[in-house]
């Protein structure tokens, strides 16, 4: 498989390798028009789309035996055509903020991981997209491994139903998801929309749209398209910096789409009533934090609709930097918010097991917590 430098800034010109297909399809994440082929290839009649669909997402089976609706001979059918197997979680880190991080085994032996955060009356899943990221971002640990491989829409369905059956989450439970794991969505816009409507549907797991973000680096033709889905996740913008000059240093896309290019994409965006596009932000003391960056980011913020969450640095070893003050973070708040800008400081969560933003990390099965989770931020930032 062919892997692109992330220093590159055309590594997200292309679309991002597929992954090869399987010789037996497995029906663990297929959408309703691929479990109907399934079902129409048995010569089995239309409802069985629809039981195959309930079985596999509102009730989250993870063996043929459990579809018990159906008889014998046709589970056994269904075995010999389509294996049913989600995602294998390989390893789950349990962070002492309640956040567990898991590592997921995908069929061709590649490496995602995702993070499970329950809260009192919702859980929220960190989500991820691609095996890799092409986007090169220098503070982000998955940056440094190039691009492997988009993951399928079952790839990506099947993290949410591997973490939500691990941790025995009830039906009924809100569940909240967000695309900050490995990959840039909307580099694989296709397979997640169709993942989106996988999720979303009422007859499986459900889930409402407005609890599905995707967050971009800033891919400005990504944004675009999302914009023409009349049923879409929220958008989030990763923005970290405030000039050109600098964000450019550590996100190699705005290279090529500048912030200007960037609020006129957003401005674009056609977003509902009371919806608006979350902006993060990564404070980082003496770099990202001055009086002068807040100004700067409440006028790109009061140029949409939009909300910012102010994500202090937890600062970890070797990285170099050192978290903002508690008095810069309530002063950066103040300025926002007396600029009729809506802020919140949101705390990473899964820090001490490198599940945070940017620190997620596979290569060949190993994980690479701290050394990579530190080298990026000591090549990318002054
Ligand atoms: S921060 Fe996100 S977009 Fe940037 S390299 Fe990491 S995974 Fe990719």
Redesign the pocket.
Known sequence: MTQHS?ASPTNWDAPAPEPAPRPKPNAAGLSRRELSALVQALGEPAFRTRQLFEGLYRHRYEGWDRFTALSKPLRAALAERAALAWPVITEALASEDGATKHAFRLDDGQQVEGVFMPYAHRTTLCLSSQVG?????T?????LMGIVRNLTAAEIVGQVVAMLNHHRVPPETRVNLVF?????PLHNLDHVMEAFRILTDPEGLALSPRRITV???GLVPGIQKLATFAKRPRLAL?LNGTTDAYRSRI?P?NRVWNLQALAEALEAFPLEKGERITLEYVLLQGVTDSLEDGRRLAAFARRFPSKVNLIPFNPHEGSGFVAPSEARVSELCDLLAARKVTVSVRRSRGQDVAGA??Q?VREGGRHKKKEAAAEPVRRGLP
């Open positions: 992330p990221c092409a986007m090169g971002c503070f982000c640990a998955t940056g900050m794991g490995m990959g840039e967050s971009t680096s990763s996100m896309v933003c940017g997620l």
